[in-house]
């Protein structure tokens, strides 16, 4: 058992980054099909529908509509021949109605739309045209970013978000959104100044943390001395932490890179840097007094 244990986790282990990779592209993709690129799809379908139905010679009526379309709990008799047993979709009954041949114009003509629309939608999932929906909202995005570099766009942006700001519900959620959307994937990254250990959360407790730069001025101004800001990375999720601000005489820079201290983090200390393990047994001594941010 503890054998199948062992080399159970050491498979997850090899797979898990793989799978990982592939479920948050899969998410985007979903994302933006779901709430952009559905929506465009829906349009081009009702443009396509005003134009007439396709060709005989791109969707098969009977063939087609039965293997792409959406099925119901129907399935065709023996009457039908060939294609007795097979399940009877929504598409299949819009096309074979009796309603395309009422005396009524009215019902004619409306069942005609939606024979032309019951026929694109076959088409769009026969050829995956589907696909250029999403596509067009990628190019969108793009679009939208690129308008919004210019000064015209920033001034745009600006305004909406002035307009925005003033709606009493949406005034109260839209910001936060907007800063961690910023922060995510903004043009402004967060940099680090370095790698340091700091008394924290008591003394004779030390935490590796990074240098973000320095405190806020009110803070400084009590405490009557020279603090520097410091992010205490969590672990197993060194996305998440704390943010402090000690005196910089109390913190000790360390000559590893944020990579490797990062790695030192998600492994809970187990994968310690390289410098570390070379100098172990050398007797230097890594870290220095802190003199500069």
């Not at 405190?215 to 672990?235: M, R």
């Amino acid at each position: 058992m503890d054998e199948f244990k062992r080399f159970f986790l050491r498979g997850l282990a090899a797979v898990l980054p793989t799978l990982l990779t592939i479920a948050i592209f899969l998410w985007a993709y979903n994302f933006i099909e779901t709430y952009m690129g559905r929506h465009i799809t829906a349009a081009m379908l009702q443009v396509m529908t005003w134009t007439g139905p396709p060709e005989a010679s791109v969707v098969d009526p009977v063939d087609d509509a039965l293997k792409y379309g959406r099925p119901l709990d129907e399935w065709l008799g023996p009457e039908h021949g060939n294609d007795a047993g097979r399940r009877v979709t929504e598409e299949y009954k819009i096309i074979t109605s009796k309603a395309l041949e009422s005396p009524r114009e009215q019902v004619r003509l409306r069942a005609r739309r939606e024979q032309s629309a019951a026929l694109w939608r076959i088409a769009f999932a026969k050829y995956r045209l589907h696909l250029i929906g999403f596509v067009i909202a990628i190019i969108v995005v793009y679009f939208v970013g690129f308008f919004l570099a210019s000064y015209i766009g920033r001034a745009a942006l600006r305004v909406m978000e002035n307009a925005v700001g003033r709606m009493p519900l949406v005034r109260a959620i839209y910001p936060n959104i907007k800063q961690v959307t910023d922060f995510l994937f903004g043009e402004h990254k967060l940099e680090f100044s370095g790698v340091v250990a700091v008394p924290y959360p008591r003394t004779g407790i030390w935490s590796v943390g990074l240098l973000t730069g320095g405190p806020l001025k009110a803070v400084a101004e009590q405490a009557g001395e020279d603090l520097v800001a410091i992010f205490i990375p969590s672990s197993p999720t060194p996305v998440t932490g704390y943010t402090i601000m000690v005196p910089r005489r109390d913190v000790i820079e360390l000559a590893i890179s944020i990579d490797e201290v990062l790695r030192f983090v998600i492994s809970a200390g187990v994968i310690k840097p390289d410098t570390e393990l070379r100098l172990k047994g050398s007797g230097e001594n890594v870290p220095t007094t802190l003199d500069h941010a």
